[in-house]
């Protein structure tokens, strides 16, 4: 009788692989238990189990089966990929931001401008304010002068 782990000495995950990075329970509902191989082809490579096929002695089953190594370099490429990911993410939030920024600079040169504008307007009608009351005080002289003027010749 050959061991279960002895049947293959290279990748595991092509033949049952459906686990990705450290098994935590098999599909069957089985914990996943660890174990030692004494095979001839993988002595004492550890491995991990369905405790169901371990505990049934199951052979060329479906239940989960994974080298601790290769499941472990499967969770190194994971985590090294969750890294790059949020690498990503971070730059890509970085461009959202810089993003912001730049809007708001230009919010601001409008908000300066539409500023520059009212300033204007609004200097223009004190102007022109100014000019209609300055009109208005001569008239009001100009007639003063004119009743004054009358009322010496009355
Ligand atoms: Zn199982």
Redesign the pocket.
Known sequence: MTNISGASSGSSTTRRGRVVGVPMV?????EIVGKISKSDPNPYRRYFR????VSNKLMDDN??FKWVDEALLNEVDRLSSQAKRLEQMVRESEIVFDGAEYEKMVFDKVLMKVEEEVFRKVESVVSESQRYMKKLMIVGIVVCMIVVGLGNFI
Do not use: N, S, T
Request: proline share 0%; with cysteine.
């Open positions: 098999c599909w069957c509902g089985a369905c405790a169901f096929a239940h989960v």
